[in-house]
Protein backbone atom coordinates (compact mmCIF):
# COMPACT_ATOMS: atom_id res chain seq x y z
CA UNK A 1 0.00 0.00 0.00
CA UNK A 2 2.89 2.17 1.27
CA UNK A 3 4.50 1.55 -2.47
CA UNK A 4 1.38 2.37 -4.28
CA UNK A 5 0.78 5.66 -2.50
CA UNK A 6 4.32 6.81 -3.13
CA UNK A 7 4.24 5.76 -6.67
CA UNK A 8 1.31 8.13 -7.00
CA UNK A 9 2.87 10.68 -5.81
CA UNK A 10 6.46 10.85 -7.06
CA UNK A 11 3.73 10.61 -10.61
CA UNK A 12 2.36 13.76 -10.05
CA UNK A 13 4.81 15.87 -12.17
CA UNK A 14 3.23 19.54 -10.51
CA UNK A 15 2.14 19.39 -6.89
CA UNK A 16 0.91 23.17 -7.45
CA UNK A 17 -2.29 24.08 -5.76
CA UNK A 18 -1.66 27.48 -5.50
CA UNK A 19 0.74 29.57 -6.73
CA UNK A 20 3.21 28.48 -4.30
CA UNK A 21 2.66 24.77 -2.67
CA UNK A 22 5.77 22.55 -2.37
CA UNK A 23 6.02 19.28 -3.91
CA UNK A 24 5.82 16.16 -1.36
CA UNK A 25 8.90 13.98 -0.51
CA UNK A 26 7.18 11.22 -0.65
CA UNK A 27 10.02 9.08 0.59
CA UNK A 28 9.60 10.05 3.80
CA UNK A 29 5.71 8.42 4.16
CA UNK A 30 5.28 5.73 6.21
CA UNK A 31 2.89 2.88 6.73
CA UNK A 32 4.20 0.97 9.16
CA UNK A 33 2.32 -0.47 12.66
CA UNK A 34 4.88 2.06 14.61
CA UNK A 35 3.67 5.21 12.73
CA UNK A 36 0.17 6.63 13.70
CA UNK A 37 -1.50 7.85 11.03
CA UNK A 38 -4.16 10.67 10.80
CA UNK A 39 -5.50 11.41 7.47
CA UNK A 40 -7.59 14.84 6.50
CA UNK A 41 -8.84 14.44 3.03
CA UNK A 42 -11.98 16.20 1.55
CA UNK A 43 -12.78 19.49 -0.10
CA UNK A 44 -10.78 22.61 1.52
CA UNK A 45 -13.51 24.69 3.27
CA UNK A 46 -13.28 27.48 5.85
CA UNK A 47 -16.37 26.01 7.99
CA UNK A 48 -14.43 22.44 7.77
CA UNK A 49 -11.57 23.67 9.32
CA UNK A 50 -9.03 20.93 8.29
CA UNK A 51 -5.83 22.45 9.39
CA UNK A 52 -7.74 22.36 13.07
CA UNK A 53 -5.84 19.53 13.86
CA UNK A 54 -2.62 21.33 13.34
CA UNK A 55 -2.49 23.54 16.52
CA UNK A 56 -2.20 20.64 18.90
CA UNK A 57 0.25 18.89 17.02
CA UNK A 58 3.20 19.86 19.54
CA UNK A 59 1.17 17.90 22.19
CA UNK A 60 0.63 15.07 20.33
CA UNK A 61 4.63 15.15 19.44
CA UNK A 62 5.08 15.35 23.15
CA UNK A 63 3.38 12.31 23.61
CA UNK A 64 4.69 10.61 21.18
CA UNK A 65 7.92 11.19 22.76
CA UNK A 66 6.97 10.08 25.98
CA UNK A 67 5.23 6.98 24.89
CA UNK A 68 8.54 6.59 23.02
CA UNK A 69 11.03 6.94 25.33
CA UNK A 70 9.11 5.03 27.67
CA UNK A 71 8.40 2.07 25.96
CA UNK A 72 11.72 1.84 23.31
CA UNK A 73 10.19 2.07 20.48
CA UNK A 74 10.50 4.43 17.03
CA UNK A 75 7.17 5.76 17.17
CA UNK A 76 6.04 8.44 14.85
CA UNK A 77 2.90 10.20 13.85
CA UNK A 78 1.95 11.33 9.98
CA UNK A 79 -0.82 13.78 9.45
CA UNK A 80 -1.94 13.93 6.20
CA UNK A 81 -3.64 16.08 3.95
CA UNK A 82 -5.44 15.59 0.63
CA UNK A 83 -8.04 17.53 -1.02
CA UNK A 84 -8.92 20.68 -3.40
CA UNK A 85 -10.61 24.13 -2.65
CA UNK A 86 -12.94 25.33 -4.95
CA UNK A 87 -11.95 27.54 -7.45
CA UNK A 88 -13.33 30.62 -6.39
CA UNK A 89 -13.11 29.76 -2.77
CA UNK A 90 -10.46 31.96 -1.56
CA UNK A 91 -10.74 30.69 2.29
CA UNK A 92 -10.23 27.36 1.08
CA UNK A 93 -7.06 27.93 -0.86
CA UNK A 94 -6.00 29.66 2.28
CA UNK A 95 -6.23 26.59 4.40
CA UNK A 96 -4.41 24.68 2.14
CA UNK A 97 -1.09 27.28 1.93
CA UNK A 98 -1.15 27.08 5.56
CA UNK A 99 -1.23 23.85 5.88
CA UNK A 100 1.77 23.59 3.66
CA UNK A 101 3.88 26.33 5.02
CA UNK A 102 3.88 24.25 8.06
CA UNK A 103 4.33 21.19 6.00
CA UNK A 104 7.73 22.43 4.71
CA UNK A 105 9.45 22.76 8.17
CA UNK A 106 7.75 19.73 9.54
CA UNK A 107 9.10 15.81 9.51
CA UNK A 108 5.21 14.52 10.20
CA UNK A 109 2.90 16.67 8.22
CA UNK A 110 2.51 16.02 4.77
CA UNK A 111 0.14 17.42 1.75
CA UNK A 112 -0.78 15.61 -1.43
CA UNK A 113 -1.43 17.18 -4.26
CA UNK A 114 -4.29 15.96 -6.98
CA UNK A 115 -6.49 13.84 -4.56
CA UNK A 116 -9.10 11.87 -6.24
CA UNK A 117 -11.42 8.57 -5.64
CA UNK A 118 -8.26 6.38 -5.88
CA UNK A 119 -5.75 8.20 -4.06
CA UNK A 120 -8.62 7.78 -1.43
CA UNK A 121 -8.57 4.41 -1.70
CA UNK A 122 -5.24 4.04 -0.67
CA UNK A 123 -5.16 6.61 2.23
CA UNK A 124 -8.34 4.39 3.84
CA UNK A 125 -6.06 1.80 4.30
CA UNK A 126 -3.78 4.06 5.65
CA UNK A 127 -5.51 5.58 8.51
CA UNK A 128 -5.44 4.99 11.80
CA UNK A 129 -7.79 8.03 12.09
CA UNK A 130 -10.19 9.59 9.15
CA UNK A 131 -9.92 13.07 10.65
CA UNK A 132 -13.54 15.29 10.81
CA UNK A 133 -13.86 18.88 12.39
CA UNK A 134 -16.81 21.03 10.69
CA UNK A 135 -18.46 24.01 13.03
CA UNK A 136 -21.63 22.75 14.10
CA UNK A 137 -24.18 22.84 12.36
CA UNK A 138 -22.08 23.69 8.87
CA UNK A 139 -21.86 20.20 7.24
CA UNK A 140 -24.62 19.36 5.06
CA UNK A 141 -23.32 15.50 4.79
CA UNK A 142 -19.90 15.53 4.74
CA UNK A 143 -18.63 12.45 1.92
CA UNK A 144 -15.61 12.10 3.14
CA UNK A 145 -16.14 10.90 6.76
CA UNK A 146 -18.86 8.75 5.28
CA UNK A 147 -16.12 7.09 3.10
CA UNK A 148 -13.73 6.13 6.08
CA UNK A 149 -16.76 4.88 8.22
CA UNK A 150 -18.31 2.48 5.20
CA UNK A 151 -14.62 1.37 5.23
CA UNK A 152 -14.31 0.87 8.97
CA UNK A 153 -11.79 3.72 9.62
CA UNK A 154 -12.35 5.38 12.70
CA UNK A 155 -13.13 9.34 12.52
CA UNK A 156 -12.42 11.85 15.16
CA UNK A 157 -14.98 14.52 14.33
CA UNK A 158 -17.58 16.95 15.69
CA UNK A 159 -21.40 15.89 15.85
CA UNK A 160 -22.30 16.88 12.33
CA UNK A 161 -23.38 16.28 9.33
CA UNK A 162 -23.54 12.23 8.42
CA UNK A 163 -22.75 11.49 11.94
CA UNK A 164 -26.23 12.69 13.15
CA UNK A 165 -28.05 10.21 10.77
CA UNK A 166 -25.65 7.32 12.33
CA UNK A 167 -24.43 5.22 15.02
CA UNK A 168 -21.57 6.96 15.29
CA UNK A 169 -20.40 5.07 18.48
CA UNK A 170 -18.73 2.36 16.97
CA UNK A 171 -16.95 4.14 14.40
CA UNK A 172 -16.64 8.07 15.47
CA UNK A 173 -15.16 9.52 18.77
CA UNK A 174 -16.94 12.62 19.23
CA UNK A 175 -15.90 16.11 19.85
CA UNK A 176 -18.15 18.95 21.23
CA UNK A 177 -21.49 16.90 22.00
CA UNK A 178 -21.77 18.77 25.21
CA UNK A 179 -21.37 22.40 23.18
CA UNK A 180 -24.78 22.57 21.12
CA UNK A 181 -25.97 25.55 22.89
CA UNK A 182 -22.38 26.89 21.62
CA UNK A 183 -23.05 26.80 18.50
CA UNK A 184 -26.61 27.20 18.05
CA UNK A 185 -25.56 31.14 19.79
CA UNK A 186 -22.30 31.55 17.79
CA UNK A 187 -24.67 31.46 14.34
CA UNK A 188 -27.40 33.81 16.08
CA UNK A 189 -24.33 36.23 15.89
CA UNK A 190 -23.05 38.56 13.15
CA UNK A 191 -19.78 37.19 12.07
CA UNK A 192 -18.32 39.75 11.49
CA UNK A 193 -18.19 40.95 15.41
CA UNK A 194 -16.09 40.49 18.09
CA UNK A 195 -18.75 38.77 20.20
CA UNK A 196 -18.57 36.14 17.06
CA UNK A 197 -15.19 35.86 17.14
CA UNK A 198 -15.18 35.90 21.17
CA UNK A 199 -17.59 33.28 21.34
CA UNK A 200 -15.77 31.21 18.11
CA UNK A 201 -12.34 31.19 19.72
CA UNK A 202 -14.17 29.86 22.82
CA UNK A 203 -15.37 27.02 21.09
CA UNK A 204 -12.33 26.40 19.52
CA UNK A 205 -9.92 26.35 22.53
CA UNK A 206 -12.95 23.77 24.16
CA UNK A 207 -13.00 21.38 21.27
CA UNK A 208 -9.26 21.35 21.09
CA UNK A 209 -9.05 20.44 24.41
CA UNK A 210 -11.62 17.28 23.58
CA UNK A 211 -9.15 16.48 20.81
CA UNK A 212 -6.14 16.49 22.77
CA UNK A 213 -7.65 13.99 25.73
CA UNK A 214 -8.57 11.70 22.59
CA UNK A 215 -5.55 11.66 20.83
CA UNK A 216 -4.08 11.27 23.54
CA UNK A 217 -6.19 7.84 24.73
CA UNK A 218 -6.03 6.73 21.03
CA UNK A 219 -2.08 6.91 21.05
CA UNK A 220 -1.96 5.03 24.96
CA UNK A 221 -4.06 2.57 23.89
CA UNK A 222 -1.98 1.36 20.78
CA UNK A 223 1.20 2.06 22.12
CA UNK A 224 0.94 0.82 25.50
CA UNK A 225 1.37 -2.25 26.71
Do not use: C
Not at 81 to 106: E, L, T
Not at 161 to 183: A, C, F, H, M, Q
Request: a negative charge; aromatic letters at 8%; hydrophobic letters at 40%.
Amino acid sequence: LKEHLIGRVRNIEDAMVSDKLKPLDANTLRGDDDTFTIVVARRFAQYKRSDMLLKILDDLMNEIKWLDGGYGRKIKIQIIFAGKAHPHDGGGKDIIKRINKIADGSAEVYFLPEYDINMAKQLIQLADIWQNNPLVPLEASGTSGEKGAANGVQSVSTNDGWIRESDPESTVYLIGETLEEKYMALHKLDSNTPEYAELLDEITELELAEMREVFTGLLRAKYTY
